[in-house]
C-alpha cells in the first residue's frame, strides 16, 4: 500500500480556507461581545496575498 | 415560647404578594442580546510559514492584514490557522487518486479597530485548492 505524507497547502496555486468563525470577545466597544458568530466566512490565498471575507453577526448580552 | 421580633415578622398576605413580586420576571432589567450585522474585508500578507516543507502532519499558518468593516472601520487583522495535513485528516475530492485534496484547519484571530478595541474569534474550517491542485512532491 503506498503511503506518502500529504502534500501540505501552500501559497503555490492559491487556496481557500472556507469555514465558521466564532466570536469568542473582545476589549473596550466589543468588550461584552459573545460568540453569535461569524459564518460563511472565507480567507484565500493567492500567491503572497491573503484576502479576508468576514460576515455574519455580533452580539452584545 | 415565640419571640416578639418573630412575631412582628408574621407573614400576611401582603407579604407573600411581595416575595412573589421578587421572584417574578425581571422585565425591562432581564438582560437582552442585540445582535448586530458584520462584515468585513480586507487583504493581507502571510506572516510565517505557508506550509512548504511540513512533513509531520502538522504545520501552523499566520497572516497579518488589514480590513474595512461595517461598525469598525479600517481594523488590522491577525490570525493563525492550524493545519492537519496528516494522511488520515485529508479529504480527497477525486477519489481514489486525491489530487485535489482539503485539509481541516482551525485557529484564532484577533480585529483590532483604530481605537484599539479588539474583537476576538476562532476559526474552523478546511483549506482546499482554489484553481489548481497543490503540488504533489
Redesign the interface.
Known sequence: MASFAPVPPDSTGGENFNGSFLVTGGTKKFAGEIGSGLTGAAISADGSVVTFTLTGTIGKP | MESPALASHALSPSDIGAIVFRVAPCGDAC????????????????TGN??????D?Q?S?T?S?T?K?S?IGKAN?N?T?S?N???TA?ICLDSPD?ND?C?P??G??VIT?K???????????????????????
Open positions: 438582560p437582552r442580546v442585540t445582535l448586530k450585522s458584520f462584515s468585513a474585508i480586507g487583504s493581507g500578507m502571510p505557508d506550509c512548504s516543507g511540513s512533513t502532519g504545520c499558518v497572516f492584514g480590513v468593516g461598525q487583522v490570525g490557522l493545519v495535513h496528516s494522511d485529508r486525491c485534496q485539509f484547519a482551525s484564532t484571530g479597530t481605537n484599539d478595541g479588539t474583537i476576538t474569534f476562532g476559526q474552523d474550517g478546511l483549506i482546499c485548492p482554489r484553481t489548481t491542485r497543490f503540488d504533489r512532491r
